[in-house]
C-alpha cells in the first residue's frame, strides 16, 4: 500500500494542525485526570472511564473539516497519551509528541494548497 494522494483546500491543512494539536493536549488531559481519579479519589476503572467519556462528549468540536480522522486516546490501564490518526484503511496511535511534530508539516501543505488553488 503506498501513500494516498489527495486535494485539500488550506483551511483543511489549518483544520488538520489544529485537530492535531488539540488531540494531543486533550490525550495528555485526559491521562492527568484518570490519574488523578485514580489516586486521589481512588475510583475503579470501569467509574474513571465513564467519567472520561462524559468529559470527551462535554468538549465542543472544533470547527472545520480535517484532512484526517483525529481523536484523543488515553490508555487507561497503560497510563500513555495517544493520538488516533486515519484516513481511509491506514491509520496510526503515535505518542501526543509525535502527532505535535507531524502537526509541524501541515502548515506548508497548507501553503502548498493555497499556491496550487491560486494557480487554478
Do not use: C
Not at 68 to 91: D, F
Not at 96 to 118: F, G, K, N, S, Y
Amino acid at each position: 500500500m503506498g501513500p494516498i494522494r489527495t486535494v485539500i483546500t488550506p483551511e483543511t491543512a489549518h483544520a488538520t494542525v489544529r485537530d492535531l494539536m488539540a488531540a494531543a493536549a486533550h490525550a495528555e488531559a485526559d491521562i492527568a485526570l484518570i490519574e488523578s481519579f485514580r489516586k486521589t479519589l481512588d475510583l475503579d476503572l470501569n467509574t474513571i472511564g465513564r467519567m472520561i467519556q462524559d468529559v470527551r462528549a462535554r468538549r465542543p468540536a472544533p470547527p472545520g473539516t480535517p484532512a484526517l480522522r483525529i481523536h484523543a486516546v488515553a490508555g487507561l490501564r497503560t497510563g500513555r497519551p495517544l493520538v488516533h490518526i486515519a484516513r481511509g484503511s491506514m491509520k496510526a496511535e503515535p505518542g501526543t509528541d509525535q502527532a505535535r511534530e507531524v502537526a509541524l508539516h501541515w502548515p506548508q501543505t497548507a501553503a502548498a494548497a493555497d499556491i496550487d488553488a491560486r494557480l487554478r
